[in-house]
């Protein structure tokens, strides 16, 4: 059963920082590329960044370029995104995906429950 818990959301000021964190089932660890979205109100699911099985490739979202930063620990079971520098644009629920390394989020199966990040100006 593919399991995932995300946890680290919260309210920030412009300019700060957050780490998310995605608690995984080890199958999820062991056989699928890793990813974060973000959805705002009114808005379309967006990848923010996904990192592949062995953690050697990475994508992300051209307005999350050189502030946000993707990683896994497959031994931990653990996902994270550093997210530094935030604005209030960043303001979203974000969610933990498992799939296929991928933009779309039709290429992911498996999905957390969100945790919410509020970046006040």
């Known amino acids: 059963q593919v399991q995932l818990v995300e946890s680290g959301g919260g309210l920030v000021q412009t300019g700060g920082s957050l780490r998310l964190s995605c608690a995984a089932s080890?199958?999820?660890?062991?056989?699928?590329?890793m990813a974060w979205f973000r959805q705002a109100p009114g808005e379309e699911r967006e990848l923010v960044a996904a990192i592949s099985l062995s953690g050697s490739a990475t994508t992300y979202a051209d307005s999350v370029k050189d502030r946000f930063t993707i990683s896994r620990d497959n031994a931990m079971l653990t996902v994270y995104l550093q997210m530094n520098n935030l604005k209030p644009e960043d303001t979203a629920v974000y969610y933990c995906?498992?799939?296929?390394?991928?933009?779309?989020?039709?290429?992911?199966?498996?999905w957390g429950q969100g945790t919410q990040v509020t970046v006040s100006s």
């Open positions: 080890r199958r999820t660890t062991s056989m699928y590329a």
């Open positions: 995906a498992a799939g296929t390394l991928s933009h779309f989020v039709r290429n992911y199966a498996f």
